[in-house]
């Protein structure tokens, strides 16, 4: 079974793209994992890639879809595919159907994990780290028993991403319903788009997700 798995950043595509790894058997594509590490390892798309990423030109589709292919080929038949990240445009959706069917593949479910954006906002921007340890907390949802202190380690230091602001937040999020908006309707036409409250509490989510798999 190949998916989609859509979503702006902080929906939390990753958290279920794992659990489908853990719980389906599935292979999580993500395009940036991938060219990080076809680059690392120096294969000839990876080599192809980092002289075009040396340049400072941005990769493109034709280099992803090579990428894509090579994982696909690797994975052999058996082995179900998340695309995560990808295709986000309709160029790429188009190559996207062109490589499942050279390797005799079809989607069977595009699934969107859909977001309130002032709550998504809050969630963002509110969460931080301990500097030592690397637990995760939240101003609001998840504070540490004691205040200043990491539950986990005893570390009184803590950090924030520089880039979880509420000014990044929206405009991820416009760059997100431009960039997806145009590949959903022919994904609708083929009846294969479903929609998750990506708002719901995390197991909420994943046995919202197995029932569409299930279908």
């Known amino acids: ?6 979503g702006p950043p902080g929906a939390g595509k990753g958290t279920q793209a794992h659990r489908l790894v853990e719980h389906h058997g599935m292979r999580q594509l993500s395009t940036g994992d ?13 080599l192809k890639a980092k002289a075009i990423m040396d340049r400072g030109d941005l990769v493109s589709d034709d280099i992803v879809s090579e990428l894509i292919d090579a994982e696909l080929t690797a994975m052999g038949p058996a082995t179900g595919a998340i695309f995560d990240g990808y295709p986000r445009t309709e160029a790429q959706a188009q190559m996207l159907d062109g490589i499942l069917e050279k ?6 479910h595009v699934i969107e994990l859909e977001v309130d954006e002032d ?5 963002i921007t509110g969460r931080f780290t301990c500097a030592n340890c690397g637990a995760g907390y939240h101003d609001k949802f998840n504070k540490p028993e ?6 986990r380690c005893g570390s009184t230091e803590f950090k924030r991403r520089p880039d979880d602001t509420e000014e990044t937040v929206r405009k991820r999020m416009g760059l997100y319903r431009a960039e ?3 590949i959903l309707p022919g ?6 788009v479903n929609r998750v409250d990506g708002m719901a509490a995390i197991e909420e989510v994943t046995h919202a997700i197995d029932c569409i798999l299930a279908d």
């Open 34 to 46: 991938m060219l990080r590490g076809a680059v690392s390892t120096g294969t000839p798309v990876g």
């Open 146 to 151: 004691t205040p200043g202190v990491c539950d």
């Open 103 to 108: 390797h005799g593949r079809k989607l069977d």
């Open 1 to 6: 079974m190949d998916i989609i798995l859509l």
């Open 180 to 182: 997806t908006a145009p």
């Open 119 to 123: 709550a998504l906002v809050e969630r």
């Open 187 to 192: 994904y609708e036409a083929r009846g294969i």
